[in-house]
């Protein structure tokens, strides 16, 4: 049995998790400048991997930190662009998953 999708309790997900990247952000670029230990990169990814991309965003934005970081940079906006792309799937009722899902199991079989 499927459980509902609730969007109310995703959104909140979203902004809670939003607010500790901005957060994680706002502590990296403080240790930059006083030369303190950093936050781990791959930190701040999961962070934006499981839903705070959107105040991960707000914060390079924000903070001007890792704007510059080409390889950063790339790995921020895969993460984005799963996520836009999910919404979009979503909103087609999942039709390309679907789609995917029927293909693997056609060549499974």
């Known amino acids: 049995m499927n459980a509902p999708f609730d969007a109310r309790l995703f959104a909140l997900w979203v902004v809670v998790v939003s607010l500790l990247a901005w957060n994680s952000y706002a502590l990296d ?3 930059a400048r006083l030369g303190f230990r950093r936050t781990p990169e791959r930190v701040l990814h999961f962070l934006e991997f499981i839903g705070g991309w959107p105040g991960a965003y707000l914060a390079q ?3 001007r930190h ?3 970081k080409a390889s950063y940079q790339i ?5 984005v662009s799963l996520y836009q792309f999910l919404a979009f ?3 087609i009722q999942w039709r390309i998953s679907k789609a995917v899902a029927s293909w693997f ?3 499974a079989s």
């Open 75 to 79: 790995e921020f906006w895969v993460v």
């Open 29 to 31: 670029k403080k240790n």
């Open 61 to 63: 934005k924000n903070f």
């Open 89 to 91: 799937d979503y909103l």
């Open 66 to 68: 890792k704007t510059k």
């Open 105 to 107: 199991q056609l060549m």
